[in-house]
């Protein structure tokens, strides 16, 4: 069974950091991980990707510079370390895995991933 579970999330204030975790157990590490967010009221959005060996990224340009996504396929976890956080960065965040050997042409398209996580929410206040 093929599980991806995000942690890291929480309450910060404006200015502040958090790393986000996503473990995935009963699957490859060799595939492509996304991160997603969902803000209330929002459509869900790509935040950051990383190919397998961490050679091809992708950022929304509403991140670049404060965001940095990295993996540790040992681990077969992917992270997202989030700095200068903004109370427009408040989402659940999802991380997402696609198939193996596959790059994606658009890796902020949500169907080139196969498997997503439950989500964990972030919050930043001003």
Avoid: H
Wanted: glycine fraction near 12%; charge should be positive; include cysteine.
């Amino acid at each position: 069974q093929v599980q991806l579970v995000e942690s890291g999330g929480g309450s910060v204030q404006a200015g502040g950091s958090l790393r986000l975790s996503c473990k995935v157990s009963g699957y490859t590490s060799r595939n492509y991980r996304g991160w997603f967010r969902r803000a209330p009221g929002k459509e869900r959005e790509a935040v950051a990707g990383i190919s397998t060996f961490g050679t091809s990224t992708y950022y929304a340009d509403s991140v670049k510079g404060r965001f940095t996504v990295s993996r540790d396929n040992a681990e077969n976890t992917v992270y997202l370390q989030m700095n200068s956080l903004k109370p427009e960065d408040t989402a659940m965040y999802y991380c997402a895995a696609a198939r193996p050997n596959y790059l994606p042409p658009y890796p902020g398209n949500p169907s080139d991933y196969t498997y997503w996580g439950q989500g964990t929410q972030v919050t930043v206040s001003s």
